[in-house]
């Protein structure tokens, strides 16, 4: 658990999904690709919780690997479904298209794979019960925290931010290639500095992605600055 005690980390294979913990209750943050259902429900319970005991699933956006398996958890789990205006009719119809890559090495990647952008765009549709537009407040699980609407990987990558210190961040963050954050693809890059700039201004010191490991404050604003130097 994490320090703050007020979050699970849970590695479900490349994708980092989070449980947090609130005083009335609980929301998982993502749900990992379509066979992680099960793998969830053990999570959930080694954490001292039944499934039943999940109020809410927060989704940061709507690719494959962040809500394969949301609509066998809402069936399993009861949980109430957060995802942010942009992303609702995506979430419903199952399919979202994969975003393009953000230099020369990954675009070419995705051209080259244009079978599997469409294959792995696709997931179990699912209705949404709370739509988010650019804030959100998590005291309905009693927790001092609210979701941010920070786009740039896709158009409705929500972020969630606890107690002023620590933020999940879905894919608006990367930390799995050395010496880079910005995320590999995007639909708007170029929003992702102004979100990034955002996420600073929460005041939070570390930065949770659903890809690699923690990201200090002070490695977030360097590589803004450095950004502003191009």
């Not at 490349?14 to 009335?24: A, M, Q, R, V």
């Not at 959930?44 to 809500?67: M, S």
């Not at 954050?181 to 996420?199: N, R, T």
Request: aromatic share 8%; with cysteine; charged share 20%.
């Amino acid at each position: 658990m994490n320090a703050s005690k007020r979050f699970v980390k849970i590695i479900t294979g490349k994708t980092n999904c989070y449980l947090l913990l609130g005083d009335k209750g609980n929301a998982l943050i993502d749900t990992g690709v379509s066979d992680k259902a099960g793998f969830m429900i053990e999570a959930i319970k080694k954490a001292g919780l039944r499934p039943g005991d999940l109020k809410y699933i927060i989704v940061t956006h709507t690719h494959f690997d962040h809500v394969g398996s949301l609509a066998e958890l809402k069936q399993k789990t009861g949980a109430k479904v957060i995802v942010q205006e942009q992303e609702k009719d995506f979430l419903q119809q199952g399919f979202t298209p994969l975003p393009l890559g953000t230099n020369q090495f990954f675009r070419l990647l995705i051209a080259m794979a244009g079978w599997l952008k469409v294959s792995k765009g696709s997931f179990d549709g699912v209705t949404p019960d709370v739509i988010v537009h650019n804030w959100f407040d998590l005291g309905i699980i009693g927790l001092n925290g609210y979701l941010l609407h920070t786009p740039g990987h896709t158009a409705g990558s929500l972020s969630v931010v606890i107690e002023d210190k620590d933020c999940i961040v879905g894919d608006t963050l990367f930390n799995i290639l050395p010496g880079r954050i910005f995320p590999p693809f995007a639909d708007h890059p170029e929003k992702i500095p102004v979100s990034w700039q955002a996420l600073l201004d929460t005041g939070c010191e570390r930065f949770y992605p659903s890809h690699g490991g923690v990201i200090s404050r002070e490695r977030l604003t360097t590589t803004i600055r450095n950004l502003k130097k191009v």
